[in-house]
């Protein structure tokens, strides 16, 4: 066994997986919900949505309430610079997609017209995205990725019908596609309707026309499988009276529009909670439950796009941080499925300050890399394609078709990935990064991480390694009472793995059928062998 020591580096993998995983951020479903930049350092995280921006159109002023995380809403220029500072480190230090969630279930806010659904679109351009308004509540520098649509009620502030505001929300989105158009950034809209199919306020219409969903580019659709349980409305929650119907339903829609559905769920049980009746009412199901609807959906529909937490600050209460850490990591090992990001970056960033990994090579590993390994009865090397000094090698870009999507190859420095069947352009690793290969997947390592896995930090072996064991077991150590390392993992066997939650090693946790345990720094994946 090979032990190779990431002496003070910052290791950054680019998983490129089928399925994301979305949470929200912002309301303090448990009031120790951390920053965002907290959840923004974890892998478990591929977009969070800021919510919400809980008063607009009808109100007569736009703004974000983020539940006490400021000392006041967001409506003014600068009111929250210090939340602006931080979605740009998400962006920039942990590759994160950061979207800002209209609606929620309380606020101030409605569309009464067409023109005024025009002019929130203009003023949530220039407010919180690329535009240059003269009032950015965030900071003039802070720019989210784009908006998530969470229309939970009819117009609050006039009381009036969900007819025709409905079709109002398809043209606010309509009308921010076209800012987007102007912008060589990646931009993206997101819905999150009720499993109640179609959603009373967000769509899709089926004989009506003209709802967000119907007449809306969505690039994907968190369904909310909660709030509607086996005694409560529709019974669409995980595997209720009418969950297999809407799950299908939704899968169609996606599948028309070529958008991606993800299965949305509650982070914890509601009782776990102080205040039980600020978070979800039912929807709540085991791990087990959880990764079995996740399996059926990502085997049975090509639009399957991964898992929606409500809300990241789950992981604060008892037993959150394993359940959480453990369905993350399970919708990131999934290999089916369509990647609601396409090919504008990576679906899964973990960065991590690393201090000791130990891995066992493989000669047995299947790749559409071009990974060298070699085991002997001294050393082992792992050489990258990108290991010469510095961060730029060139390569040759694959063409045409390719054996399974969410695969990825290097191509120099940089990577390309297998997307419904076809290669990718080529794309780019950040910023003083380059391409390494692990198996099916790639790195983007730092370029002294790179240089310095040559040369100075492989450590010997005395024995031959055993090639038929492609993964790490790991000792029980690295869990440290105090907190600071809660979420890390290790793989503990071929196909299993535990994770640090609040300072002690949870139960072993087993991958996906047919995947296996591949150590990262201080996380794992489950990925094909």
């Known amino acids: 066994m090979n032990k190779i020591l990431l002496l003070n580096a910052i290791l950054v993998g680019c998983i490129a997986a089928s399925s ?48 006490g995380h400021t000392a006041v809403n967001c409506r003014n220029n600068g009111d929250c610079t210090s939340v602006g500072n931080e979605v740009t480190a998400c962006q920039q230090t942990y590759g994160k997609k950061v979207l800002l969630s209209l609606g929620g279930a309380a606020g101030n806010y409605g569309l009464a017209s067409a023109s005024q659904a025009n002019d929130v679109a203009d003023e949530i351009w220039n407010k919180f995205l690329g535009g240059n308004g003269a009032i950015r509540p965030f900071g003039p520098s802070a720019i989210f990725d784009g908006v998530d649509f969470d229309i939970e009620t009819p117009n609050q502030v006039t009381g009036a019908s969900r007819e025709p505001q409905a079709a109002f929300y398809a ?22 309707p009720q499993c109640v199919y179609p959603d009373a306020m967000l769509g899709p219409d089926g004989t009506k026309t003209g709802t967000l969903l119907t007449a809306a580019q969505v690039d994907w659709a968190n369904i909310q499988f909660y709030n509607n349980g086996f005694d409560r409305c529709d019974g669409c929650n995980i595997f209720g009276s009418s969950y297999a119907t809407r799950l299908g339903q939704w899968a169609s829609w996606a599948a028309s529009k070529q958008s991606s559905f993800l299965i949305g769920v509650p982070g914890a049980d509601q009782a776990r909670f102080a205040d039980s009746s600020s978070y979800c009412q039912g929807g709540y ?40 850490g453990s369905a993350t990591s399970y919708t990131h090992g999934l290999s089916c499925g369509r990647n609601p990001l396409g090919s504008s970056g990576p679906t899964s960033t973990v960065a991590t300050t690393a201090t000791s990994s130990t891995r066992s090579p493989s000669s047995t590993r299947s790749s559409t890399t071009s990974s060298t390994r070699s085991s002997t009865t001294s050393t082992s090397a792992q050489t990258p394609t990108t290991s010469a000094p510095g961060c ?28 419904n069947g076809q290669w990718s352009g080529v794309q780019a690793c950040a910023q003083g990064t380059a391409c390494s290969p692990s198996g099916n997947y790639i790195y983007c390592l730092s370029c002294s991480q790179l240089t310095g896995t040559t040369s100075s930090t492989q450590a010997t072996s005395s024995s031959t390694t055993s090639s038929s064991n492609p993964i790490t077991t ?18 503990t066997g071929t196909s299993t793995y535990h994770i640090c939650d609040h300072g002690a090693w949870s139960a072993d946790q087993s991958c996906q059928s047919g995947l296996r345990c591949s150590a990262s720094g201080a996380y794992v994946y489950c990925i094909q062998p």
């Open 20 to 67: 994301i995983t979305v949470g929200f951020w912002g309301q303090k479903s448990s009031d120790q919900e951390q920053n965002l930049l907290h959840y923004c350092a974890e892998s478990n995280w591929d977009v969070i949505n800021v919510a919400f921006v809980s008063e607009f159109g009808s109100s007569g002023y736009t703004e974000v309430n983020l539940a």
């Open 171 to 192: 043209t606010l989105a309509t009308r921010l596609r076209s800012h987007f158009s102007s912008s060589n950034r990646n931009y993206y809209v997101s819905a999150s």
């Open 285 to 324: 199901v085991s791990l087990q439950t959880l990764e079995s609807a996740l399996s059926q959906a990502c085997s049975s529909y090509a639009n399957f796009g991964g898992l929606m937490i409500f809300d990241v600050s789950a992981e604060e209460v008892s037993g959150g941080q394993t359940y959480i």
């Open 392 to 419: 730029s090698q060139s390569g040759t870009p694959s063409t045409g078709s390719c054996p399974t999507s969410g695969y990825m190859q290097c191509v120099g420095s940089n990577y390309q990935t297998c997307t």
């Open 474 to 491: 790991s000792s029980s150590g690295g869990c440290l009472p105090d907190g600071s390392t809660d979420g890390h993992s290790e793989c």
